[in-house]
């Protein structure tokens, strides 16, 4: 049996590797130059640059995933523990760094508020306890019937689990503290939706970062997905790069062949792990969608992103790899994206500096710098406004630092709404997927299924799991396996 997988992202290379092991013939189709979608790297001056995802957490999920092909991460990248994970900049230029040890932590705790490390062992109990129930008994579900979760084990952990009480109250129920509450609620402020907003469930994400750790893998984290595509090789995945996919062909009910800008290839089945509204649009017809223009109107999107990618002739002192500014109002910042949906007055931003860890990412003496600011999908974006923004930016950067660094730019591009649109054809512009409210959890998300098409399917951030690394990663076994026993290889 032929599959066609559309997209190389995690979601497309996790399918393609699970699906080929089982023995069907795999092909992936990757409309720009190199494999990893949204992961991609680019290089320039001797300067490396990540052009996506830069924090590596849940590192149990990536080495499971290598594991069921009897491999391990180490067969395919260096990985290395942060120690400080990252660091928070707050107002005065007041820094949080968090140790990559745990004691350390719960001390550090205790000195910006008196008996919280206690508070902290509580949380951490809870946010470990759903972090592995999530594992093993919820996030690998496909979400296509809730008799998925109609078990013993989720009736008695529904309350447990804190589905309908929201991250923000979780948070202050254990800590006073505006720092300590910054740092539980960044994980999903910057790669989901506003803390208030969130289930409490979501408290597993803060166990990942502050107890698991954060890793880097050396070399960039496209070192993960040249990982993925050497596996996908070894088990005779084929690659088509630069062949975007400009049709898919439908009769009867069953996808018959992909029509790509070079060619057609006929095809037994498809998983779009691509942007799942950009497939139903752009490339089937409208009787054989899903979900209309006005059910992906009515979604709540994570954030888009205004990134710039620098090349600094010049060390810079104060900063670490990851950087976290909250020097600015929390609230007014989630307001404008998730609310007001403008562009942010005074934004919280991050700065990567991957240069402090990784040799390679740089010339010697020299950091490559990546700055990124969440706003709201689907914002007006032009070069005018990028420009403001990169001077607020630099001149708040050069303020901590203590230090004059724009004069050391040697390197600079910028990236935003337009070009996710144009490179991933991202609808609005999104960086990471739908956010992850309560109703757009587990089943409420888009199906992984086809309703009118027999063999197509969908994976990827905007389908279960959810959006990220590890839940795309997820997103693609699970697609994988649901094939593999619908459509068995005889």
Same mark, same amino acid.
């Given at each position: 049996?032929?599959?066609?997988?559309?997209?190389? !992202?995690?979601?497309?290379?996790?399918?393609?590797?699970?699906?080929?092991?089982?023995?069907?013939?795999?092909?992936?189709?990757?409309?720009?130059?190199?494999?990893?979608? +949204?992961?991609?790297?680019? /290089?320039?001056?001797?300067?490396?640059?990540?052009? !996506?995802?830069?924090?590596?957490?849940?590192?149990?999920?990536? =080495?499971?995933?290598?594991?069921?092909?009897?491999?391990?991460?180490?067969?395919?990248?260096?990985?290395?523990?942060?120690?400080?994970?990252?660091?928070?900049?707050?107002?005065?230029?007041?820094?949080?760094?968090?140790?990559?040890?745990?004691?350390?932590?719960?001390?550090?705790?205790?000195?910006?508020?008196?008996?919280? /490390?206690?508070?902290?062992?509580?949380?951490?109990?809870?946010?470990?306890?759903?972090?592995?129930?999530?594992?093993?008994?919820?996030?690998?579900?496909?979400?296509?019937?809730?008799?998925?979760?109609?078990?013993?084990?989720?009736?008695?952990?529904?309350?447990?689990?804190?589905?309908?009480? /929201?991250?923000?109250?979780?948070?202050?129920?254990?800590?006073?503290?505006?720092?300590?509450?910054?740092?539980?609620?960044?994980?999903?402020?910057?790669?989901?939706?506003?803390?208030?907003?969130?289930?409490?469930?979501?408290?597993?994400?803060?166990?990942?970062?502050?107890?698991?750790?954060?890793?880097?893998?050396?070399?960039?984290?496209?070192?993960?997905?040249?990982?993925?595509?050497?596996?996908?090789? =070894?088990?005779?995945?084929?690659?088509?790069?630069?062949?975007?996919?400009?049709?898919?062909?439908?009769?009867?009910?069953?996808?018959?062949?992909? =029509?790509?800008?070079?060619?057609?290839?006929?095809?037994?089945?498809?998983?779009?792990?691509?942007?799942?509204?950009?497939?139903?649009?752009?490339?089937?017809?409208?009787?054989?969608?899903?979900?209309?223009?006005?059910?992906?109107?009515?979604?709540?999107?994570?954030? /888009?992103?205004?990134?710039?990618?620098?090349?600094?002739?010049?060390?810079?002192?104060?900063?670490?790899?990851?950087?976290?500014?909250?020097?600015?109002?929390?609230?007014?910042?989630?307001?404008?994206?998730?609310?007001?949906?403008?562009?942010?007055?005074?934004?919280?931003?991050?700065?990567?500096?991957?240069?402090?860890?990784?040799?390679?990412?740089?010339?010697?003496?020299?950091?490559?710098?990546?700055?990124?600011?969440?706003?709201?999908?689907?914002?007006?974006?032009?070069?005018?406004?990028?420009?403001?923004?990169?001077?607020?930016?630099?001149?708040?950067?050069?303020?901590?630092?203590?230090?004059?660094?724009?004069?050391?730019?040697?390197?600079? +591009?910028?990236?935003?709404?337009?070009?996710?649109?144009?490179?991933?054809?991202?609808?609005?512009?999104?960086?990471?997927?739908?956010?992850?409210?309560?109703?757009?959890?587990?089943?409420?998300?888009?199906?992984?299924?086809?309703?009118?098409?027999?063999?197509?399917?969908?994976?990827?951030?905007?389908?279960?799991?959810?959006?990220?690394?590890?839940?795309?990663?997820?997103?693609?076994?699970?697609?994988?396996?649901?094939?593999?026993?619908?459509?068995?290889?005889?």
């Amino acid at each position: 049996m032929k599959i066609s997988i559309i997209g190389s !992202g995690f979601a497309g290379l996790s399918t393609a590797a699970v699906l080929a092991q089982k023995g069907y013939e795999v092909h992936v189709f990757e409309k720009n130059n190199q494999i990893g979608g +949204r992961a991609s790297q680019f /290089s320039v001056d001797g300067f490396k640059f990540d052009m !996506g995802p830069s924090w590596y957490w849940m590192p149990d999920v990536f =080495e499971k995933f290598f594991n069921q092909f009897n491999k391990t991460t180490k067969d395919y990248y260096q990985l290395v523990k942060l120690d400080p994970g990252f660091q928070m900049i707050f107002e005065n230029s007041e820094t949080l760094a968090i140790p990559e040890d745990y004691e350390s932590l719960k001390k550090l705790f205790n000195q910006i508020e008196n008996g919280s /490390s206690n508070q902290l062992d509580r949380f951490m109990k809870d946010a470990e306890f759903k972090y592995n129930f999530s594992m093993d008994s919820v996030v690998y579900q496909p979400g296509l019937s809730w008799g998925e979760f109609i078990r013993i084990d989720i009736f008695k952990n529904i309350f447990n689990l804190q589905l309908f009480k /929201s991250y923000k109250k979780h948070v202050a129920t254990y800590f006073k503290h505006p720092k300590l509450k910054a740092l539980l609620e960044f994980p999903v402020l910057f790669l989901g939706t506003a803390p208030k907003e969130t289930p409490a469930l979501y408290s597993l994400m803060a166990y990942s970062g502050l107890v698991q750790g954060t890793y880097y893998p050396i070399g960039g984290f496209h070192n993960v997905i040249q990982g993925m595509a050497k596996l996908c090789k =070894e088990l005779g995945v084929r690659f088509h790069i630069n062949e975007a996919v400009k049709k898919i062909h439908i009769n009867k009910h069953q996808a018959k062949s992909i =029509e790509t800008i070079k060619n057609n290839y006929l095809t037994d089945l498809v998983v779009g792990a691509c942007d799942y509204h950009h497939l139903e649009k752009k490339l089937i017809e409208k009787k054989y969608r899903n979900y209309n223009e006005a059910y992906w109107e009515k979604k709540t999107f994570s954030p /888009s992103c205004l990134l710039f990618y620098l090349g600094i002739d010049k060390k810079i002192s104060k900063l670490e790899h990851h950087n976290l500014f909250f020097d600015a109002n929390i609230e007014n910042h989630i307001r404008e994206i998730y609310k007001d949906k403008i562009w942010p007055k005074d934004p919280l931003f991050y700065a990567c500096c991957s240069s402090k860890t990784d040799l390679g990412a740089a010339p010697e003496g020299k950091e490559n710098l990546f700055l990124l600011v969440p706003i709201s999908a689907g914002i007006q974006d032009n070069d005018t406004l990028r420009e403001s923004y990169f001077n607020l930016l630099i001149r708040r950067l050069e303020k901590y630092c203590g230090e004059n660094i724009s004069n050391f730019i040697s390197y600079k +591009r910028s990236y935003c709404v337009n070009d996710f649109v144009s490179d991933y054809n991202a609808y609005k512009g999104n960086a990471y997927g739908l956010a992850n409210t309560l109703f757009q959890t587990a089943n409420f998300k888009p199906s992984i299924k086809n309703k009118k098409v027999n063999n197509l399917f969908y994976t990827g951030q905007l389908t279960v799991p959810g959006p990220g690394v590890p839940p795309s990663l997820i997103s693609g076994e699970i697609v994988a396996k649901y094939i593999s026993k619908k459509y068995p290889v005889i």
